[in-house]
């Protein structure tokens, strides 16, 4: 409280220039007492007691627990004498009390300085422990009410009356007013005023002036902790000092996360690719698929080509089947004529024998029954006829002397039984003198031919089918083929074809085939010479000695005639070297009886030439 100020509200000047203070709220009207002290107010909860002739309200008069002016025994001088204390506890101050739930002493007076101005405020001051609250008071002022002081009423007036409590004292300090009690409900919540720096209430209408005041921190109150509508008391975040991150950890991190994310990437592609392929597949794709293609072209071929000499040639070309005597073999034929003649060759049909089946089968599927009409073993070439049959079509036949190494041509056959198959190819080598046959061991089954060599496929099955030029026309007849075993078979083995085929020209075919038609057998060209088979040198020597007995050179044959002699070696015919016995035979043969031969020959190392002309024997 101010105190001898001028201008402070509630206070008068007294006689000596002093001013009066303010009265405390709620006191009786000046002069009451009869040293002019005034009579503190009493507490709400207790009745009034007659002020007693030394100023005080009730000595040794309670006032409820905290309430302001209570305490008990305290004393108010009005002479600035220090108030004797009421009890052992006594020493507050004027009007200051000493809470009774907490240990820490609260100074609500107000000291002065000795000119009257008020002293600086000491925060959480220990009051003196004789109680004194600071100078005494100047005669016939008033004593300093506890708690904030109210401006006093001008002289005359009366004092506002104290605004009564909202609630009737409670002396069971039930909540929410007084202390919890284990029956009591939770207290509502009450939510603190701001308090300033110093420890007084922000916003009271009646503070005049604030002091520190020394206070501790209340104690706990496990009421206070329910409060379902506060906010949760969250601290705030701290951020710790940003740390400086490496460049090189930030740079593998990042490139790290864009490996993972492309490996994922192309997982991710890869699985869907493979599903959406399974399902292109399953399904064809998205649409129908049509793929381009050629329109329909007309089927004829030039005729020059190997298609166009198949197309024209295949109808011709039969298979045939044969058994007879425990054996069975197939072979190839073509058509001679229009009466059913087909030529082939004598190892095909020779299974057959004098009682065996031969069963023709046509290009068109068509079957008829076949017989021998004459072979020859020495030629290797037969000729079987069908009837019954109309409409059918001879392949022309071509000039054999006329073909030339390189020359284009195409084989037509049943190789193991595959009727009509075509291959094509190129004449190999001409007159290449060629030996088959000879399994009887007598040699009446030795064929000796002067073959056509060709690179066209052939295989067994293939004897006896026609070799045709770039024209259509038969140049030969499919006889032989050289085995893998070096063997030359006119089955052709079975080790299928390397390359190394042999046709009988189609010169000598014609001759044999037109003498088997005629008269069921071939005539031979012939010499009447005996030849030395075991002769190992160049050329074919005439024996010492014939074969059945007779004389090695036939009496009035060509040989003789011409002047040849027993152990004279033919060394060239016609002028072409001749190296062997077998040679020797193959080029007289590939002549016609009656022809003219020039031979060369060495009788005791002297060289001569003679001319013949060749004889004719029975074929067989």
Do not use: C
Request: hydrophobic share 35%.
């Amino acid at each position: 409280m101010n105190e001898g100020k001028p201008g402070t509200p509630g206070a008068s000047e007294g006689p000596d220039g002093d001013f009066e203070l303010a009265r405390p709220i709620g006191t009786a009207s000046p002069g009451t007492g009869p040293d002019g002290d005034y009579e503190l107010r009493r507490p709400l909860d207790t009745a009034a007691a007659p002020p007693s002739t030394d100023g005080t309200s009730g000595a040794g008069a309670a006032a409820g627990p905290g309430r302001l002016g209570g305490t008990p025994g305290a004393v108010a001088s009005g002479t600035g004498a220090e108030p004797t204390p009421a009890g052992p506890d006594a020493g507050t101050a004027i009007g200051g009390a000493r809470p009774a739930d907490t240990g820490a002493e609260h100074i609500t007076g107000v000291e002065t300085a000795e000119h009257g101005a008020p002293a600086a405020p000491a925060p959480h001051a220990e009051p003196p422990a004789s109680g004194h609250s600071g100078p005494a008071p100047a005669p016939g002022a008033e004593a300093p009410a506890s708690g904030p002081t109210r401006p006093a009423p001008a002289h005359g007036a009366h004092a506002p009356a104290q605004p009564r409590p909202l609630h009737d004292p409670d002396p069971y300090s039930t909540p929410p007013y007084g202390e919890p009690g284990p029956w009591a409900p939770a207290p509502p919540v009450q939510h603190p005023a701001a308090t300033p720096a110093h420890g007084v209430a922000v916003g009271a209408p009646e503070a005049v002036s604030a002091v520190p005041v020394a206070q501790e921190a209340p104690a706990a109150d496990p009421w206070a902790r329910y409060d379902p509508w506060a906010a949760p008391a969250v601290a705030p975040l701290q951020q710790s000092d940003p740390v400086e991150e490496d460049v090189k950890r930030r740079r593998g991190r990042r490139r790290r996360t864009l490996i993972g994310g492309a490996l994922i990437i192309a997982l991710v592609s890869g699985v869907v690719g493979g599903v959406v392929g399974v399902q292109l597949e399953r399904s064809g794709g998205i649409g129908a698929v049509e793929l381009p293609q050629a329109g329909v072209e007309a089927p004829d071929r030039d005729p020059d080509s190997v298609a166009g000499i198949a197309a024209q040639a295949l109808p011709s070309v039969v298979t045939l089947h044969v058994s007879g005597g425990g054996r069975a073999g197939t072979g190839t034929g073509f058509v001679l004529d229009d009466r059913g003649h087909i030529l082939t060759n004598d190892h095909v049909v020779e299974p057959a024998g004098e009682n065996g089946d031969i069963t023709v089968t046509f290009h068109s599927g068509d079957t008829a029954e076949a017989t021998v009409v004459g072979r020859d073993s020495g030629y290797d070439l037969a000729v079987v006829r069908v009837k019954g049959v109309r409409g059918l079509t001879p392949l022309p036949l071509g000039n054999s002397d006329n073909v030339q190494v390189g020359d284009p041509v195409v084989a037509i056959g049943a190789p193991f039984d595959l009727a009509g198959t075509v291959t094509s190819g190129i004449i190999s080598a001409r007159e290449r003198p060629i030996t088959a046959g000879g399994e009887k061991g007598d040699g009446s089954d030795v064929s000796y031919v002067d073959a056509l060599q060709t690179d066209a496929p052939i295989n067994p099955g293939n004897s006896g089918g026609p070799l045709l030029d770039g024209k259509g026309r038969v140049i030969g007849i499919n006889s032989a083929i050289r085995s893998a075993d070096g063997g030359l078979d006119p089955e052709g083995g079975q080790s299928g074809s390397i390359g190394l085929g042999f046709a009988i020209p189609i010169n000598q075919g014609k001759r044999v085939a037109e003498e088997l038609i005629e008269t069921g057998k071939a005539t031979h060209p012939v010499i009447g010479i005996t030849l030395d088979m075991e002769y190992s040198g160049d050329g074919a020597r005439v024996a010492a000695e014939g074969g059945d007995g007779g004389p090695p050179v036939s009496t009035g044959g060509p040989g003789a005639k011409a002047g040849i002699r027993p152990g004279d070696v033919i060394t060239e015919v016609d002028g072409r070297p001749v190296h062997s016995g077998e040679e020797l035979i193959v080029k007289t043969r590939a002549h016609r009886p009656g022809d003219r031969l020039e031979l060369t020959l060495e009788r005791d190392g002297e060289e001569r030439t003679v001319s013949l002309v060749l004889g004719s024997s029975g074929g067989g």
